[in-house]
């Protein structure tokens, strides 16, 4: 179809994403369902990035999966063979797939399925770890690989047994609108939605015929992670901004990722192409112990959330977030969402949020408004120490590099014949 105008086209690019149905379908390895990763390959997170390039634990993320996966018997082996170039690295996002912090992904790892009924899209996603020593964040430890094969031998069967007795699969839209008015953003808070979630499958995995022990770990993990909703969010997120740029015009943002090395972002007029800044580093609150200058750049296909428009861009309707990543209280959440509605099209009415007086969580970034106002979208995030091993240090905020925009708006002023100023 050919558009009137670019208003016209993301008016039809925010349509797709308000009436995306995406289910929770299964939960399977994920070298079932992405052919690319036949062989030693490595899925990791943000636009395309070389081994050279990745930061301290984005590279301890990649010697755990080929420990994990069984490529080397130990650190150094591992490490040779990725400098080596015998290990291939593709981004998520080339493979319909998303990844937290590192995102790193090999084929033996359980992902979920995410379907949107409407189309038959689907996305994928890597189960969260938990919290401690994790892949995500560069660990690769004893405890790590243990955990991974956990995941993979006990958590990703249960789960798929539980799912599988769920006619059509599991509606996260249900899901979703009521966490959000449960205090949810889907980015830094999935409290809600991971309580939800547990009271949604317990009935089914007390029906999948496990073993004893297995239930009460599994039940136990699902129990102790209040992120674990978050993976499920962002394959949500991820097959709805697909669905969202079939509509191949306008101006709308379909991904925002990073990878410790650049930020990129897509938009709905151009196509796969990402257009790339140098990453910044976030700003935040840090645990005890540890300061900014222990700080690893931005990493992470996580700010897919708010790309659909939660994560930073909803910060009111999870205020209690604001004193997490070191932004301050109500006011400072209410400023937040108000600054980003200002570079977003619409609000969406399936995410009606109590404490922005029930408006419906922005939707539809444009990146003329971002060039022209100079807001860059704010994403929530988990802040890693920048040496591999010690994880998770902090959180906070991070804007979207204001480059990433402007390359963007020359090249669609270029397709559609016009002068950027």
């Not at 994880?391 to 390359?407: D, H, S, Y």
Request: glycine letters at 10%; charged letters at 20%; proline letters at 5%.
């Amino acid at each position: 179809m050919n558009y009137q105008s670019i208003d016209e086209a993301n008016k039809a690019v925010v349509q797709k994403v308000i009436e995306a149905q995406p289910f929770l379908l299964d939960v399977v390895p994920a070298k079932d369902v992405i052919p690319e990763l036949d062989g030693k390959v490595l899925l990791h997170a943000g636009p395309p990035l070389k081994w050279e390039n990745m930061t301290d634990p984005m590279q301890g993320s990649c010697i755990g999966a080929a420990l994990f996966e069984g490529w080397a018997a130990g650190e150094d082996e591992a490490k040779r063979m990725l400098e080596s170039g015998e290990v291939k690295f593709m981004p998520c996002h080339s493979v319909n797939a998303v990844g937290p912090m590192g995102g790193i992904t090999s084929a033996s790892m359980p992902v979920l399925i995410v379907e949107n009924k409407v189309d038959g899209k689907r996305a994928y996603c890597n189960l969260n770890e938990g919290i401690g020593k994790v892949l995500r964040f560069g660990a690769y430890g004893e405890e790590v690989i243990h955990r991974l094969k956990w995941m993979r031998d006990v958590l990703g069967p249960a789960l798929s047994k539980a799912l599988k007795q769920i006619d059509g699969g599991l509606n996260i839209n249900v899901i979703v609108a009521k966490a959000i008015t449960m205090g949810d953003e889907f980015h830094q808070r999935n409290i809600a939605a991971s309580a939800l979630f547990l009271k949604d499958i317990v009935p089914y995995l007390l029906t999948a015929n496990l073993p004893e022990q297995q239930l009460q770990e599994v039940t136990k993990f699902l129990a102790d992670t209040d992120q674990f909703f978050l993976n499920i969010m962002m394959a949500t997120a991820k097959v709805t901004m697909d669905s969202a740029r079939t509509i191949e015009e306008g101006s709308i943002v379909t991904a925002l990722s990073r990878n410790g090395y650049e930020f990129g972002i897509k938009v709905s007029g151009l196509g796969d192409q990402w257009f790339t800044a140098p990453v910044n580093t976030p700003d935040g609150l840090y645990f005890s112990g540890y300061s900014a200058n222990e700080a690893n750049p931005d990493m992470g296909d996580s700010a897919i959330t708010e790309t659909y428009g939660v994560g930073g861009m909803a910060m009111i309707a999870a205020p209690g977030v604001t004193r997490f990543v070191g932004t301050g209280g109500f006011g400072d959440a209410l400023s937040i969402s108000d600054e980003m509605r200002e570079i977003c099209i619409d609000n969406n009415p399936n995410l009606s949020i109590p404490t922005w007086d029930f408006q419906g969580a922005c939707l539809g970034i444009d990146i003329r408004k971002v060039v022209e106002t100079g807001i860059t979208p704010v994403i929530n995030t988990g802040i890693a120490h920048k040496t591999a091993g010690i994880g998770q240090i902090g959180a906070g905020t991070v804007r979207v590099p204001l480059a990433c925009f402007e390359k963007a708006l020359e090249a669609l002023a270029e397709k559609y014949g016009v002068t950027a100023e």
